[in-house]
């Protein structure tokens, strides 16, 4: 019974933050890599952010330096923070976690939640 639940998405002015949390229950969490994506309507989904279980982190162009994925392995959770918000960065955002389950890898989805930066 794998669940990724996201909370923090919302409306929010230009220039503004959010911070996104995705709890997860169900895998290991430790050794899951987590991930954010997002999909505009209209576009790809694409990668936001990653973050592995070792805490390297990476990042889409559009968000570098402005966002910032980060994980608490005693809490189950993923953050995305997101800073200095544009237009642009509406979307969906789903949180992803990977890794190996009954042998295999696996890929696993949150809800997504929505953010929308509108003045």
């Known amino acids: 019974q794998v669940q990724l639940v996201e909370s923090g998405g919302g409306l929010v002015q230009p220039g503004g933050s959010l911070r996104l949390s995705c709890a997860a229950s169900?895998?290991?969490?430790?050794?899951?890599?987590m991930a954010w994506y997002r999909q505009a309507p209209g576009k790809q989904r694409e990668l936001v952010a990653a973050?592995?279980?070792?805490?390297?982190?990476n990042y889409a162009d559009s968000v570098e330096g402005r966002f910032t994925i980060s994980r608490d392995n005693d809490k189950n959770t993923v953050y995305l923070q997101m800073d200095s918000l544009k237009p642009e960065d509406t979307a969906v955002y789903f949180c992803?976690?990977?890794?190996?389950?009954?042998?295999?890898?696996?890929?696993?989805w949150g809800q997504g939640t929505q953010v929308t930066v509108s003045s």
């Open positions: 992803n976690a990977e890794g190996t389950r009954w042998g295999r890898s696996r890929t696993y």
């Open positions: 169900g895998i290991t969490f430790s050794i899951y890599a």
């Open positions: 973050i592995t279980s070792g805490g390297t982190t």
